[in-house]
């Protein structure tokens, strides 16, 4: 089979012949139709990530065929159309993953191929309302978006809420997901466009981060939130408890931005407010979405398609932050 191997981070990624995976008990292999970007594949690429290995197949997110079947597992998957948790082992404990748990794409090799394997009970029926594109857009960016909101942050029906940092897909999805639960939706983001692409997906309003007084603004804009999803931490950080209302949560899975500012405590215990970090999700997370999607008919925001055997130039797109919603990859 074909695959993207990336084989160091000073190198790019080739399209090369390699190994076609062998299965093991419990094991299937998926025919890859269209794969999915996300923020970490671009990481990995320019070697800033934990437990970096080369080479390596990225890719964390996959839609596809069941080809093969292993040792135990039902004929009857043979030919399924299926989508993959990519977030696999999480543990015993639904507040917090295990030592065990791993991310589809590293250390395993990944969805950026013909083919890739995984164990059967991360796999689930596709949509059928989904192109294979749009199946392959949301496991990852949709599962953190949708723990993030919902398993930590509580949000209900009229709910205000605040998504920082809207382009990428975590944060496309956190609106998308805040929106159908029927949240008064407000967002951040460093691009007047995307701010105005957010707004034609259901968004009330937004505000430039880069503006000095951007966070009176929202207050002035929102008159407070209950939520705060954020993926980027960075000084902007410092500013959220102001904008908070009472009782409100701000989650966050994520650091692009730098680490977290100093923050005065005093608001927080005062406003009792909670800061809550979170990766991914469990597998009932992943159940709980695709209903959500499914009862909602909620479709991934996609914003561009390059052939499977272009990654190299997908991740580098990726790397300039001009996209809102999902980089996809189709067969």
């Known amino acids: 089979m074909k695959a993207n191997v990336l084989e ?93 748990f791993k991310i589809l794409g590293l250390p395993d090799d990944g969805t950026f191929a013909e083919y890739v394997k995984i164990r059967i009970e991360y796999l689930y029926d596709k949509p059928a309302y989904l192109t294979w594109e749009q199946a392959a857009a949301f496991p990852l960016a ?16 009229g709910d205000t809420v605040l998504i920082s940092g809207v382009g990428g897909g975590t944060g496309a999805f956190a609106l998308q997901w805040a929106v159908a ?47 705060i999803i954020d993926s980027a931490l960075g000084a902007g950080f410092a500013k959220f408890p102001d904008i908070c209302n009472p009782g409100a949560r701000i989650v966050f899975f994520g650091g692009t931005a730098g680490d977290m500012p100093a923050i005065n405590g005093r608001k927080i215990f005062w406003k009792q407010l909670q800061i809550l970090g979170t990766p991914l999700g469990t597998t009932e997370d992943f159940k709980e979405m695709l209903k959500f999607m499914t009862e909602h008919q909620i479709v991934p925001i996609i914003d561009e398609v390059y052939p499977l055997a272009e990654a190299g130039k997908a991740i580098e797109k990726m790397g300039t932050s001009s996209h809102f919603g999902n980089i996809i990859l189709k067969a």
Request: proline fraction near 3%.
């Open 8 to 100: 160091a981070p000073d190198k790019p990624i080739v399209w090369k012949e390699v190994e076609k995976p062998a299965l093991v008990a419990g094991e299937v292999l998926i025919k890859i139709k269209a794969a999915g970007l996300n923020r970490r594949d671009y990481w990995i690429s320019i070697g800033k990530y934990a437990g970096l290995k080369y080479p390596t197949i990225l890719g964390s997110d996959g839609a596809g065929v069941v080809a093969e079947v292993g040792e135990g597992v039902d004929t009857a998957w043979l030919s399924k159309e299926v989508v993959i948790n990519p977030g696999n082992n999480w543990g015993d404990n639904d507040n917090f993953q295990g030592k065990d």
């Open 181 to 227: 639960a029927g949240c008064r939706v407000f967002v951040t983001s460093g691009s007047g466009e995307k701010i105005e692409q957010a707004r034609q997906h259901g968004a009330l309003a937004g505000v430039n981060y880069k503006a000095q007084d951007w966070a009176e603004e929202l207050h002035h804009m929102a008159g407070g939130f209950d939520v």
């Open 142 to 157: 949709g599962l953190t978006a949708y723990r993030a909101l919902f398993t930590k942050a509580k949000a209900k029906k």
